[in-house]
């Protein structure tokens, strides 16, 4: 019986040598080379005009079965709250009152109403929150995490999100992991033998080649279609680079385009291990958990950083946490407190493709990962925006915000005075005290603040 089983077994070992020998080389002239001299084919932008075909018919069909079957499709509506000019805590109260100005300041009980009523406008029109879930879309992209009903509307949608699931877990999936291995894979071999060379001007070279090549490997990894405006803008040495921030692939998107020097916490783990091969190349800024929230350290070292021009420019995300991509929320001031040039970039996703947003109280890195990975592509726009200083009447948060505005404007995004750290701690006691400061005005007259001073 072995004897008969022989042929077979060589046979399929030879298929087997085969399609892994036909798949190396697809990747290698396809992806890999590419990669390492900057090059496209236009493959990736074929496929994303080819998806939007598919996704304007399945949105049709979608709508036309609903029809049919007479259905409610849910899209995106406003919160039916009228918008109305912004009056004080003190005008608002005594509207409610219907006692105009004259009479005792005193408590009443239609007081209540006011507090309750905001409350319930928080909650219904709450601009914070909801900048930490995923953005909506108004038509499906074929995902089933985009909306779990359409794809029952009709068979043919049926059978068509059916195609899309295994091309991109049987097909997409594997080439991008595969991508994604050999990316990080060769960035820790590469900075691990590049940093044994000696300081100078060659070793800067090499290193930035090497960095180049594997972030462009990783963003193939991903499928991204990335466009990048206003190249005439991007950061130079002796600056900070400071960008929105909605996913921990926006290090790979900037880095792509450009060599910069990472400032970061130390991880163990293959994080560390990546960690320390690239700062062995390149001097990347990593601190330790114990000096983390030391300002005055983080401060000096990225002073110390710019003020060498033969250093590359600083990449710093000032919101802290990742926000769904819909607007720009409070910039932590210490980035520009340092006095130096900063280089604003504005990052905007195409959600239709996938959802980029890491939401980190939800998901973990290995299934953010894989979220990613088996999404149609990463679809993003670039904005490298003119350099900005500090000017001289203007303190360190004053110039963020001028820094975030412009930031906000021209990626098309809300510009909120939030502290994104809202995303996982409470409200700051100091907000609370303030309206009751301001409800105690009321009650006791204006010089109440004066008499709690003295």
């Not at 060659?202 to 193939?220: D, E, F, G, P, T």
């Not at 040495?237 to 921990?248: E, L, M, Q």
């Not at 290090?251 to 700062?279: E, F, K, N, P, T």
């Amino acid at each position: 019986m072995d004897s008969y089983l022989f042929p077979f077994d060589n046979l399929l070992c030879m298929l087997l040598g085969i399609s892994f020998t036909v798949w190396i080389t697809l990747l290698l002239v396809f992806i890999i080379v590419p990669a390492i001299f900057g090059l496209s084919f236009g493959i990736r932008r074929l496929y994303m005009k080819t998806l939007l075909k598919i996704f304007e018919w399945a949105t049709l069909r979608m709508e036309r079965g609903a029809r049919e079957k007479n259905q409610h499709l849910y899209k995106p509506y406003s919160n039916g709250i009228i918008a109305k000019e912004p009056a004080s805590l003190e005008q608002e109260i005594q509207e409610m009152r219907r006692s105009g100005q004259g009479g005792e300041p005193e408590f009443d009980m239609s007081d209540i109403f006011y507090f309750c009523r905001r409350g319930v406008e928080s909650i219904v029109d709450d601009e914070v929150t909801k900048r930490f879930t995923a953005e909506e879309l108004e038509s499906w992209n074929l995902l089933t995490r985009s909306n779990y009903n359409f794809n029952h509307v009709s068979a043919r949608l049926t059978v068509l999100w059916g195609l899309g699931v295994l091309i991109r877990y049987g097909l997409l999936l594997p080439l991008r992991v595969t991508l994604a291995f050999t990316g990080v894979g060769l960035l820790v071999v590469l900075t691990s033998i590049i940093g044994l060379l000696p300081n100078g001007r060659m070793k800067n070279l090499l290193s930035q080649k090497a960095h180049l090549m594997c972030y462009r490997i990783c963003v193939r990894a991903l499928t991204a279609i990335i466009t990048y405006h206003d190249s005439e803008n991007k950061p130079k040495n002796g600056g900070i680079c400071v960008a929105n921030h909605t996913s921990p692939i926006d290090v790979i998107i900037l880095a792509s385009d450009g060599c910069y020097a990472m400032v970061g916490q130390v991880h163990g783990g293959l994080m560390g291990v990546i960690q320390r091969s690239m700062v062995k190349a390149c001097p990347h800024i990593w601190f330790e958990r114990s000096e983390v929230k030391d300002r005055h350290l983080v401060a000096k070292r990225l002073s110390d950083h710019v003020a060498d021009q033969t250093k590359l420019p600083i990449l710093i995300f000032p919101e802290g946490t990742c926000i769904n991509n819909t607007s720009v929320m409070m910039f932590k001031k210490g980035s520009f407190e340092i006095g130096c040039t900063v280089y604003p970039v504005a990052i905007k996703y195409d959600p239709r493709f996938g959802d980029a947003f890491w939401n980190s109280s939800k998901f973990g890195m290995v299934n953010y990962l894989l979220h990613m990975m088996s999404s149609w592509a990463i679809v993003c726009s670039v904005w490298y925006l003119p350099p900005m200083r500090r000017e001289e009447d203007e303190d360190a948060v004053q110039f963020a915000n001028r820094v975030k505005a412009a930031i906000a404007r021209k990626g098309g995004l809300v510009d909120l005075l939030w502290d994104g750290g809202l995303k996982r701690e409470k409200v700051k006691d100091v907000f609370k005290e303030e309206q009751q400061r301001l409800y105690s005005k009321v009650l006791v007259g204006g010089g109440s603040e004066d008499r709690s001073r003295s």
